[in-house]
């Protein structure tokens, strides 16, 4: 079995789809022509996971997932079918919201002395007195006085060790602060061995976290009391009840409650706290995900025992590594992999913005797909409809379409909100830096605040790969780091010009030190998450001038992508990533392939779209409701509505408010997840509930989709074509080999219908003509015989898609040219699709393609062509789109 895919398919596993019901498909996928189950997160997660991203145990798999067994029945079932099997895997974050992760807990209980302190990324030493040598931890729904006096935070006694509860979260009591409460207890049952036990905890031995063997006596010491009180407990009464009682009067009285829980290594505190004192790294803004040390080496031995030891066994064939960009060295992860699995397939989720090229360097195959995701889908976007679209969408809005100040604007929001913490620990590192030059001494915390938010507000890219620690500056680095200094500079003349030229020095290794380097590689791990929070869960929802652009992987700003650059690209993947994967829906796509591929039409109709939303922002006026001196809702979420409903049409009442609240709250403009406001959010759902009751409002939509429909579907077509043919490896996303107008999660991880999808394909493989597969249009069986048909291809002709076959463009000539995307695969393969379908109307005006000598096969439509200068029309004249295979 070979370790590259032919081709994968994406499952979201969780504990309504476990890994029986994995296997119960593996049949359907390998008749589809799937070489590989690609998988989401199966390690053991948190309970209830409904994604895996959350692991708390890398040593065993998903339980909730049906365990080991049930795992073993997935590895068999596929290798029955002949097929691989590819992991998501996530090397950046753990969840520490249960006791499940044992790792965590450990730190929890013995704070910077546990043998796993080293292990996340905590700061020890943090400038706040009462977080030095603590970890905050914000998860109380009120300030700690009032959450304390109203007996919310409770002691439990569990066997020989003690927790601290409230509601759902445990927390672990440090046993050297149980030395009072058991000397207590002892003097109350007369209890020598009880006496005994309370001194011994009061003189555990002291443990540094980089000595070892002295953490190993502090373990071993607790865990011999803890066992001796849990039998002494159980074998006399009298220690039991006399535990019971003091335990009983400590939750009784707050105050003593409260000096217990000052001697914890945490700090229980408002969940609002997170955002400006928090002292963990953690995956963007979730503080129940906190960073992992990745690169020391124990974390990633002991994170990744399991999946080498699978990719070694030939259980696993592949990996893709989930946001590389939080680690602090990824290329040395990357390196430190592959020397562990030299001969795995291993994709990275690294968003690329647009011209920005994959490091060469690193030794994978390439990404998970999001900047061809891109790319194809600027192709089926109207440049002529740029003009147009943004008058409309700036007259009935009011809002800007300068995209690259409304970037900076909500990076600012993120990095002063959800990310305030992080920047507070990044400036007290600069500050400590600045402390070391007399130059720049004198810089107060709130100038290199302000600095470096706007530094970061001006990126232009997730992040730079500086290594510090080897003084490796790559040019790109440079040309990022330069703009992103040049910006801020220009933006805040208030700030001294001079801090901004040290902080570039800094950052480009100019000027070094031990602190810089930290500052360097510290800064690099929260440029990301502020593109992330900024740019795709803020900016990209505030920005719908056409909601189809707005995509991971590529910009709103960039109205389309023309043929030429399409080429060039491809010939370029090719060259250099020619196994990358390729995706046009994944499970964090804003809005499925086929939704887009609808909304991508209205480019080519700007004036028809306008007549359209004007009618109905003027008939839905009755709907909207008028609060707070405004009518909600606004004029820009009732666009992205509107929009919304033209691409995943028919989508019931439910779906859509569900999707808007989501909106709603990702754009941060009249309401959040972290600051809701009820009557925004009520105004909203009763609107789009009423707008979707109102019939004559629904007959008029339906009037305005229905001609949309067909043509829609053929940019989809044409997507999965290319997606088949360009140089990669194809992902299909669950339940996407038929048409699938989902939207953002969690809406994209419904149930999908799999016996539907079987019988589909069945009747393909009885034999159908085109005319009669093109009949049943409505069931998505064109979609499924494409996907068919070019993965049976690729299966048959492995090499002429790799690495050593080619890619040559197809150059098209007449009227209709820009029309057409041609191009073969080692010289016996040519894809032909056509884009902006609505304003070809399928008259290509006599324009030909110069097919290579030969005669073609249409793996599609079973016709011979022959080669040589063919007339479009002719080549797509029973299926909109043609794979035709050199016969001779």
């Known amino acids: 079995m070979p370790k590259t895919p032919f081709s994968t398919y994406r499952v979201q596993l969780r504990p309504e789809f476990g890994f029986d019901d994995?296997?119960?498909?593996?049949?359907?996928?390998?008749?589809l022509g799937i070489s590989h189950l690609y998988s989401s997160p199966y390690l053991q997660a948190a309970r209830g996971s409904a994604h895996g991203y959350d692991v708390v145990d890398p040593t065993r798999v998903n339980e909730e997932l049906g365990g080991e067994e049930a795992h073993a029945r997935l590895c068999q079932a596929?290798?029955?079918?002949?097929?691989?099997?590819?992991?998501?895997?996530?090397?950046?974050?753990?969840?520490?919201t249960q006791r499940d992760n044992t790792w965590w807990w450990d730190v929890l209980e013995n704070g910077a002395s546990s043998r796993y302190a080293a292990y996340f990324d905590v700061d020890w030493n943090s400038p706040h007195a009462r977080l030095r040598d603590t970890v905050l931890l914000p998860i109380l729904g009120d300030h700690y006085g009032r959450v304390l006096e109203n007996g919310e935070l409770e002691l439990v006694r569990r066997g020989g060790k003690f927790e601290i509860h409230y509601h759902e979260h445990r927390m672990p009591v440090a046993p050297s602060s149980l030395d009072t409460l058991i000397a207590e207890a002892a003097r109350r049952c007369g209890s020598p061995d009880l006496a005994f036990i309370a001194d011994a905890l009061g003189q555990l031995p002291l443990a540094t976290a980089t000595d070892r063997e002295s953490i190993a006596r502090r373990h071993r010491g607790k865990e011999v009391l803890a066992g001796q009180l849990a039998r002494l407990a159980g074998e006399t009464p009298e220690v039991a009840l006399a535990l019971a009682a003091v335990v009983q009067e400590i939750n009784g009285d707050a105050d003593r409650l409260d000096d217990l829980l000052q001697r914890q290594n945490y700090r229980p505190a408002f969940w609002r706290t997170a955002g400006q004192e928090l002292d963990y790294r953690r995956f963007f803004d979730v503080h129940t995900l906190?960073?992992?040390?990745?690169?020391?080496?124990?974390?990633?031995?002991?994170?990744?025992?399991?999946?080498?030891r699978w990719l070694r066994k030939g259980v696993l064939d592949g990996l893709r590594i989930d946001h590389p960009d939080?680690?602090?060295?990824?290329?040395?992860?990357?390196?430190?992999?592959?020397?562990?699995?030299?001969?795995?397939?291993?994709?990275?989720?690294?968003?690329?913005?647009?011209?920005?090229?994959?490091r060469e360097s690193w030794p994978v195959e390439g990404t998970t797909g999001y900047d061809f995701l891109g790319r194809v889908g600027g192709l089926l976007v109207d440049p002529e409809g740029e003009g147009p679209l943004t008058e409309l969408y700036t007259e009935l809005t009011g809002q800007s379409a300068d995209w690259a100040e409304l970037v900076r604007e909500k990076k600012l929001l993120v990095l002063g909100d959800l990310l305030a913490s992080d920047v507070n620990r990044l400036a007290e590192v600069f500050l400590q830096v600045c402390e070391r030059h007399r130059r720049h001494r004198d810089y107060t915390r709130f100038e290199l605040r302000q600095a470096i938010r706007d530094v970061v507000a001006c990126f232009p890219v997730y992040?730079?790969?500086?290594?510090?620690?080897?003084?490796?500056?790559?040019?790109?680095?440079?040309?990022?780091?330069?703009?992103?200094?040049?910006?801020?500079?220009?933006?805040?003349?208030?700030?001294?010009?001079?801090?901004?030229?040290?902080?570039?020095?800094?950052?480009?290794?100019?000027?070094?030190?031990?602190?810089?380097?930290e500052l360097v590689m510290r800064f690099q791990q929260l440029t990301g998450p502020a593109m992330a929070k900024g740019v795709e869960d803020t900016a990209f929802y505030n920005f719908h001038r056409l909601i189809a652009l707005n995509e991971v992987g590529g910009s709103p700003g960039d109205f389309g992508l023309g043929v030429e650059p399409f080429h060039r690209l491809a010939a370029e993947s090719q060259r250099l990533w020619p196994w990358a994967m390729l995706a046009t829906s994944t499970h964090d796509t804003k809005r499925s392939e086929?939704?887009?591929?609808?909304?991508?039409?209205?480019?080519?109709?700007?004036?028809?779209?306008?007549?359209?939303?004007?009618?109905?922002?003027?008939?839905?006026?009755?709907?909207?409701?008028?609060?707070?001196?405004?009518?909600f809702p606004d004029r820009n979420a009732e666009y992205l509505f509107y929009q919304t409903l033209v691409g995943a049409w028919p989508i019931s009442a439910e779906r859509a408010a569900a999707y808007m609240e989501k909106a709603a709250r990702e754009a941060k403009a009249y309401t959040s997840w972290t600051r809701q406001n009820p009557e925004y959010e009520e105004a909203l759902r009763a609107f789009v509930t009423s707008a979707l009751e109102d019939r004559d409002f629904v007959a008029d939509l339906e009037a305005f989709v229905a001609p949309l429909v067909a043509p829609g579907r053929i940019n989809s077509l044409a997507q999965t074509l290319l997606k088949i043919a360009a140089p990669g490896v194809p992902d299909f996303y669950?339940?996407?080999?038929?048409?699938?107008?989902?939207?953002?999660d969690p809406d994209n991880r419904r149930p999908v219908d799999y016996e539907r999808r079987r019988r589909l394909l069945n009747d393909l493989k009885r034999g159908m003509t085109p005319e009669e597969?093109?009949?049943?249009?409505?069931?998505?069986?064109?979609?499924?015989?494409?996907?068919?048909?070019?993965?049976?291809?690729?299966?048959?002709?492995p090499e002429i898609f790799g690495p050593a076959g080619t890619y040559e463009r197809l150059r098209a000539a007449g009227p209709r040219a820009e029309h057409v995307v041609a191009f073969t695969r080692g010289g016996v393969v040519a894809a032909v699709a056509p884009r902006l379908p609505l304003r070809l109307q399928g008259d290509w005006q006599g324009t030909a393609l110069e097919l290579p000598p030969g005669s073609w096969r249409d793996e599609l439509t079973g016709e011979e062509i022959a080669g040589g200068r063919r007339p479009v029309a002719e080549v797509l004249a029973r299926f909109p789109v043609a794979l035709l295979a050199r016969s001779t």
């Open 22 to 31: 994995a296997a119960a498909i593996a049949g359907y996928l390998a008749d």
């Open 78 to 96: 596929l290798g029955e079918n002949g097929l691989g099997q590819v992991l998501d895997v996530v090397p950046n974050h753990m969840a520490i």
């Open 290 to 308: 906190v960073g992992l040390r990745m690169e020391d080496e124990r974390v990633f031995a002991d994170t990744h025992a399991l999946v080498l």
């Open 326 to 358: 939080g680690l602090r060295d990824p290329e040395e992860y990357f390196e430190r992999l592959r020397d562990e699995a030299p001969e795995a397939w291993i994709v990275i989720e690294k968003i690329l913005e647009p011209g920005e090229p994959l």
């Open 463 to 517: 992040r730079t790969y500086v290594r510090a620690e080897i003084g490796e500056v790559a040019d790109l680095d440079r040309r990022y780091v330069d703009a992103a200094i040049e910006g801020a500079k220009a933006r805040r003349s208030d700030l001294p010009a001079e801090l901004f030229d040290f902080f570039r020095d800094l950052l480009l290794l100019e000027i070094r030190g031990e602190v810089a380097s």
């Open 594 to 631: 086929d939704v887009r591929a609808r909304i991508s039409l209205l480019s080519e109709i700007p004036e028809a779209w306008g007549e359209a939303v004007r009618r109905w922002l003027d008939h839905n006026a009755r709907h909207r409701r008028a609060s707070q001196g405004e009518d």
């Open 734 to 744: 669950q339940g996407t080999e038929i048409w699938d107008l989902s939207l953002v």
């Open 773 to 797: 597969i093109l009949a049943r249009m409505d069931d998505g069986l064109p979609k499924l015989w494409l996907i068919h048909q070019g993965l049976q291809l690729r299966r048959r002709s």
